[in-house]
């Protein structure tokens, strides 16, 4: 009985295993026919079917309905996005080297997926595109507490409690330009002088706060000697 215990078990891992790879086919050519036509161009479920090379009904042995795979379609749009972006959120190289990565990364992926661009855009609140800017000011929250630390700052309690409204805050506004530029015809500015735009928004942003704090920082300072000063005092106007 055990043998065949292990059969079966080995069956359905083969199975899952095709479930699986199926419906990343499926989500897959979801997302080449969205870019293929026109940002906000409605697409179907028989041309997703034919880009994949499958019958319209297998599709829906792997979505229960329309709205499960249209939901589906957006988390893959989502991580995909966050692949881009989450290798940039460290703390590698100086401040405005950070800023720029972050903002040059998310700029030239929404240049060059302007359609997936306005399909997440247009998801439902709390949905998919919510959750993963919710992700990326966690992690840029992640990383200034981290930062706060080493420099050795001592935050009121207000302070330490606004770092993380201040993040999505950040991340929301660099998200509504992009939104409103990708939306745009023509494209104008160009995309990298866009980029440099925010980054200069999100560092006069940070920057100002670090002066009310009384912390001056240097932003072309590599932040691993930034982050080395034995005394917080060193980095203060």
Known sequence: MSTSGKGVDGRQARWDKHNQERRQVILDAAIAVVEAGDPGAEFHVQQIAERAGINRSVVYRHFADRADLDHAILVEIVEGVMERLLPALTLDGTVRDIIDRIVVAYVEWAAGH????????????????????????????????????????????????????????????????????????????????????????????????????????????????????????????
Do not use: K, Y
Request: aromatic share 2%; net charge negative.
């Open 114 to 237: 302007p359609a997936l661009h306005r399909l997440v855009d247009h998801a439902p609140i709390g949905g998919a595109l919510e959750q993963g800017l919710d992700r990326i000011a966690t992690v840029i929250v992640e990383v200034l507490e981290t930062a706060i630390d080493m420099l050795g700052l001592d935050l009121d309690e207000d302070d330490a409690a606004a770092i993380d409204p201040l993040a999505h805050a950040l991340v929301g506004a660099a998200f509504s330009a992009v939104r409103r530029w990708v939306a745009r015809e023509p494209r104008r500015p160009a995309a990298p002088e866009l980029a440099a735009l925010l980054s200069d928004s999100v560092w006069l942003i940070l920057d100002g706060h670090a002066r009310r704090l009384g912390l001056v920082i240097d932003p072309d300072l590599p932040v691993e000697e930034l982050l080395n000063i034995p005394d917080p005092e060193v980095a203060r106007g």
